[in-house]
């Protein structure tokens, strides 16, 4: 079995950008950089096709990363989801969702603070990309039982935490 540092072709860290392109690349998810601080790239998880953007903020040390699972909430809907996303975030020890307030999407957004070199491991990439393409895709079936399914929050949440029991 292939270490993360195999399949990227990277041993050693690197800056971050360069870190998530070169893995994103090895993955074979499209990715396009946005300009030399910002990557964008699609990832398929379970559910759907979530957009990933990665920020590098130099004079912080911090590097942002967004996932948007093309989900948009409506008005109507608005108190709902933010109730889940309560419910939700109190579960999550990194990241949390949010709702982006211009274009009511849906999110899940991480901050990795680097030190003062400002370099990312190849595992470090991995583990921050599979946290995030993890959770969206664990609590992806919460907004849309909200959504489609006219459930409650503690109802879509109990339904899409279901755990099944035994083997197929």
Not at 107 to 135: K, T, V, W, Y
């Amino acid at each position: 079995m292939r270490t993360v540092e195999q399949e990227i072709g990277r041993g050693d860290e690197t800056a971050p950008v360069e870190m998530l392109a070169s893995l994103f690349e090895a993955r074979g998810w499209p990715f396009e950089y946005v300009n030399e601080d910002e990557i964008s790239a699609e990832i398929k998880g379970s559910w759907t096709t979530y957009q990933f953007q990665a920020i590098w903020r130099t004079e912080d040390h911090v590097l942002q990363l967004l996932c948007l699972p093309d989900v948009r909430v409506p008005e109507d809907k608005r108190a709902d989801v933010y109730e889940a996303l309560a419910l939700i975030n109190e579960q999550l020890w990194l990241g949390h969702f949010d709702v982006w307030s211009n274009g009511s999407v849906l999110l899940f957004r991480h901050g990795l603070m680097l030190g003062d070199d400002g370099l990312l491991s190849p595992n470090q990439a991995q583990c921050i990309i599979e946290a995030a393409l993890d959770e969206c895709d664990r609590f992806y079936p919460v907004f849309q039982f909200i959504l489609w399914g006219d459930k409650s929050p503690a109802e879509a949440l109990a339904a899409a935490l279901v755990d099944a029991v035994g083997e197929a």
